[in-house]
């Protein structure tokens, strides 16, 4: 089966979507990468969401690579995250689903060749997602945006 362009981008943004959800459990649980990409692959990743009607499935390549990236590369992603916060609002004291997401986004940024703007429309709508009604999906743009001067000033 060959996949459209458009099939291939969806199952893309369903890959971030559930890297998210997975580095947030793995910070509540403690778990380790590996046990949490085997569950999402075998209970989760295979699950499909629908969207204006069609069933998508995300990209388990994606998803591995977010994940293992973002696991290997927390401290430079947190540091960098960090530096792009106001002083008050340090990584510790954000929403964990805020922090799961710029740890994603940060691996995504930094360790693949994706262009810095569509990390961040992907991870802006990934905040839309989790957080429909707030102000959060301006305040990643803004985040993102810093991060990505930061990881690829050439980029932009």
């Given at each position: 089966m060959t996949l459209s362009g458009n099939q291939k981008r969806k199952m893309k943004s369903a890959a971030r979507l559930y890297a998210v959800q997975a580095l947030f459990q793995m910070e509540h649980s403690g778990q380790t990468v590996q046990v949490v990409i085997n569950e999402f692959e075998d209970h989760r990743f295979g699950a499909t969401y629908e969207e204006e009607g069609e069933m998508i499935e995300g990209d388990p390549t994606l998803f591995a690579e977010l994940m293992e990236n973002a696991v290997n590369y927390q401290a430079p992603i947190d540091q960098m995250t960090d530096?792009?916060?106001?002083?008050?609002?340090?990584?510790?004291?954000?929403?964990?689903?805020?922090?799961a997401l710029f740890r994603a986004a940060g691996a995504e940024m930094t360790q693949s060749n994706t262009p810095p703007k569509v990390v961040i429309s992907e991870f802006v709508d990934v905040a839309r997602a989790f957080f429909p009604e707030g102000k959060e999906a301006s305040f990643v743009n803004a985040v993102l945006d810093h991060m990505a001067h930061e990881a690829k000033p050439e980029g932009l």
């Open positions: 530096r792009a916060l106001v002083a008050k609002w340090p990584l510790g004291r954000i929403d964990p689903t805020l922090r």
